[in-house]
């Protein structure tokens, strides 16, 4: 069975009705011309959603989701069976479009297997045109096996000659039409639905380690309410629901767009994505067990020239040279954003400082008790 999209006024979005559609139009209607999208998927996760969102617009789109059985499965049946059923198909769903919409006057496909169900519509409604949406080479599949392709192949040539209107994404789609003979429009594709956050000022934070207990989560929300498309905050390590799910700070955090969630990553991984910030964060709540301590993070970011953004922890003043405390959300909103852009001039004097914090240098007390105790040091 082919279902039918809705149009939802007055936003024009679109949704998938599970039932065959109510009738939308006045009886006076039931004969307009109508252009019937046939989608190559549901239109959620349908490659061209915003091209057809955009045409179905008007009340006389109507966009009809593929049958239960695909349009690939219906290709591989003997082609008697298979335009039997594309025409048992056709006839309902032309049935459901006279009582509810209007006359099919055009019928778009997307796909070349598409071609049976589009040509038995038009069989069955006087003066219908095939108009033809070519955005790939379908004929050279990578899924498809060489008796797949040539019949996808054979299917397209076909579509392009039944199509009154064939429209292509590329100037190279369309030169291949014309070079077979056939004419075609150049109409590239939207990205209407894909985020433009905002592109000036915009700073690029990172947090490196463990995101649970800890972490001060109503901090990291107020952050990023406030700064908004001004804040990319990327999350290197795991996060543990377990520890904070009934946190609401914790899930607006996990929801805000803001904030890039991506586990854990080995060290070579970790490093090339601190590169790609611009300041380093200390997300810690100011607590006796954060307080005292020194996050060896801050020395991970200094290494590749990036300073480190802290809550007012005491701890942190032993490496003061790479850190900036800030006393709450406003403040260190400020903090960020004063670093915005460092990441193309990292600070080669605190990379400097930071490579010269060795093992062997830290251990220096150390060593030099143990001599005190005639334990021999290394050569």
């Avoid at 778009?108 to 108009?131: N, R, S, Y």
């Avoid at 096996?145 to 209107?165: F, G, K, N, W």
Wanted: hydrophobic residues 45%; neutral net charge; charged residues 25%.
């Amino acid at each position: 069975m082919l279902s039918i999209y809705k149009r939802k006024l007055p936003t024009h979005a679109v949704e998938p009705c599970a039932a065959r559609l109510a009738a939308v139009s006045s009886q006076a209607n039931k004969g307009q011309p109508i252009c019937v999208l046939l989608l190559a998927r549901e239109l959620e996760q349908f490659i061209l959603r915003e091209q057809a969102e955009d045409l179905l617009r008007s009340p006389a789109v109507v966009a009809v989701d593929p049958p239960r059985v695909r349009y690939g499965a219906i290709a591989r049946l003997p082609r008697a069976v298979g335009a039997a059923l594309a025409a048992q198909q056709a006839k309902r769903l032309v049935k459901t479009l006279r009582s509810n919409r209007g006359e099919p006057r055009v019928v778009v496909i997307f796909h070349p297997l598409q071609l049976p169900l589009a040509q038995a519509i038009q069989a069955d409604c006087a003066g219908c045109e095939i108009w033809y949406s070519r955005w790939d080479r379908y004929e050279l599949a990578y899924d498809a096996t060489p008796e797949r392709r040539e019949r996808l192949a054979e299917l397209h040539q076909q579509a392009s000659e039944a199509s009154s209107l064939t429209f292509a994404v590329s100037d190279t789609l369309v030169a291949i039409e014309t070079d077979a003979g056939r004419d075609a429009l150049l109409v590239t594709t939207p990205a209407d639905r894909f985020p433009a956050p905002q592109i000036d000022g915009t700073v690029v934070a990172v947090s490196l380690g463990h995101l649970g207990w800890r972490t001060d989560w109503a901090l990291l929300r107020a952050v990023a309410e406030q700064l908004g498309e001004q804040l990319v905050l990327l999350l290197i390590g795991d996060w543990h629901e377990d520890e904070c799910a009934d946190d609401p700070d914790f899930q607006a955090c996990r929801a805000h767009p803001s904030l890039v969630w991506l586990g854990r990553q080995s060290d070579e991984q970790a490093s090339r994505l601190i590169l790609t910030a611009d300041v380093g964060i200390i997300p810690f709540k100011v607590e006796p067990f954060n307080d005292a301590g020194l996050p060896n993070r801050i020395l991970k970011y200094a290494r590749l020239g990036r300073r480190t953004i802290s809550p007012m922890l005491s701890g942190v003043t032993s490496w003061a040279p790479a850190v900036t405390r800030a006393a709450d959300a406003d403040e260190f909103a400020a903090a960020l954003l004063e670093q915005a852009g460092a990441r193309t001039r990292p600070d080669g004097e605190l990379r400097e400082w930071a490579i010269a914090q060795t093992a062997r240098r830290q251990n220096e007390p150390l060593w030099q008790r143990l001599q005190q105790l005639g334990v021999t040091r290394d050569s």
